[in-house]
């Protein structure tokens, strides 16, 4: 379950890199020299920026996944409890939403 969250993030963070790098190629279309030299160092900043974004979150998510999963492990009637208490909040909050609209 760690790994698949990691890379989910991984994931998520590299599309969305790919999102600002096509915008900006798109506007240093129409851009003069000089806007286009400051696209491309934001770009570049804006890479850099996400690498090491990826690089500090990949442990400390799988250092929560793999923390979870202890706490789930050593304590499984609380856990229980937690989500069943969670899920009748959600529901609750669905009722009064759906009330409020009618």
Known sequence: MAKSMTKK????VEETLEDVAHALKKAAE???TETED????????VTRAAEQLAA???????ALADRAVT???????????AAI?????L??????TRRKED
């Open 38 to 45: 400051a696209i491309a160092k934001a770009a570049k900043a």
């Open 56 to 62: 500090v979150a990949k442990p400390r998510a799988k």
């Open 30 to 32: 129409s851009a003069t």
């Open 91 to 96: 529901i609750s909050l669905l009722a009064a």
């Open 71 to 81: 706490e789930v492990k050593e304590h499984p009637i609380a856990t229980a409890a």
């Open 9 to 12: 993030i991984a994931n998520d």
């Open 85 to 89: 208490t969670a899920a009748a909040a």
